[in-house]
C-alpha cells in the first residue's frame, strides 16, 4: 500500500536548486512528525531533515548547512524539501517517511516508498 510519493528530483548543476515534493496518505503519516532521508550510491541512508507535527519546528543534518528548507502543508499532506547551493555530495534518491526522535536521533517509522533521484553534476 503507497503511503507516500516523492518527485522533484532531476538532475542539476552545482550551486543550482531543486524542490522535492512529498505527498503522503494514511494515519501513519498525517499528524506525525514527517522527514526526509537520503542514500548516495554505495552508502547507507541517512537523516537529512524532519519537521514536527505540533509545532512544525525544524531539525537538520549538520551537512545541511543552512542550504534546505524543509516544511508542510497540512491542508494537502504534501511535505517540501527546498534545495538551495546543491553540491555534487547531495547526489542521492532522497525519500519522506513519518519519523520518530530516539535519544536526539531521527528514525523512520513506516515503509519506504521509491524516492525521488537528485543528481548534482560538478
Known amino acids: 500500500q503507497v503511503q507516500q510519493v516523492e518527485s522533484g528530483g532531476g538532475l542539476v548543476q552545482t550551486g543550482e536548486s531543486l524542490r522535492l515534493s512529498c505527498e503522503y496518505f494514511g494515519r501513519t503519516f498525517v499528524r506525525n512528525a514527517m522527514g526526509w532521508f537520503r542514500q548516495a550510491p554505495g552508502k547507507e541512508r541517512e537523516f537529512v531533515a524532519a519537521?514536527?507535527?505540533?509545532?512544525?519546528?525544524?531539525d537538520y543534518a549538520d551537512f545541511v548547512q543552512g542550504r534546505f528548507t524543509v516544511a508542510r502543508d497540512t491542508a494537502s499532506n504534501t511535505l517540501y524539501l527546498q534545495m538551495n547551493n546543491l553540491k555534487p555530495e547531495d547526489t542521492a534518491v532522497y525519500y519522506c517517511?513519518?519519523?520518530?526522535?530516539?535519544?536526539?536521533?531521527?528514525?523512520?517509522?513506516?515503509?519506504w516508498g521509491k524516492g525521488t533521484l537528485v543528481t548534482v553534476s560538478s
Open positions: 519537521i514536527k507535527w505540533m509545532d512544525s519546528s525544524t
Open positions: 517517511n513519518a519519523v520518530a526522535q530516539n535519544f536526539g536521533n531521527w528514525n523512520a517509522i513506516a515503509a
